[in-house]
């Protein structure tokens, strides 16, 4: 039903609530292994904040692991844009959610395709902000859906994706 739910939201503002709301189901339909404590519309103590999810990173081998130990990723921020294309505001907006208290590994769901020019803003946030953002698309979550509806619960494809983005920083 979500992967349907997913095809027919309208691209755009329109659509955004209801796309926020399927990339929440995903986080607890398929890594509810690892993370926990998931959170719609977090704000920080200000109320000036808001992240459109949050999930608690509770995983204790595997890729959410290794983002917990390496970026110190206790919180996982969920940032979704139902638009194609990200520009260098929304990349300033993900560096602004790294912080100590939860961690430097930000997700960022949208709907269109990586373009070169992301790699140079994620490089920049990875050397001035210590942290790290994994774009995801539409297409990564079709791929988590077809997993969790086939009983294959894994995260071969989400540390591929990462995998891929490292291997174009370095």
């Known amino acids: 039903m979500l992967m349907e739910d997913l095809k027919q939201i309208e691209v755009g503002s329109a659509g955004a609530q209801d796309f926020e709301e399927v990339v929440g189901d995903v986080i607890r339909l398929c890594f509810f292994r690892a993370l926990g404590n998931v959170e719609a519309r977090s704000r920080d103590s200000d109320g000036k904040v808001i992240r459109d999810w949050i999930a608690s990173n509770r995983a204790s081998n595997g890729f959410w ?77 079709m791929v988590f859906l077809r997993q969790a509806r086939n009983g294959k619960i894994k995260e071969d494809h989400i540390q591929d994706k990462y995998d891929s983005v490292v291997r174009k920083l370095s």
């Open 65 to 141: 692991e290794a983002m917990r130990t390496r970026y110190g990723a206790t919180q996982v921020i969920w940032e979704c844009k139902n638009y194609a294309d990200l520009h260098a505001d929304d990349f300033h907006q993900l560096s602004y959610y790294l912080n100590d208290f939860g961690g430097g590994f930000i997700v960022v769901v949208f709907r269109g395709e990586m373009k070169p020019s992301y790699y140079g803003h994620i490089k920049r946030i990875a050397m001035h902000n210590k942290g790290f953002v994994l774009p995801l698309t539409e297409k990564d979550l």
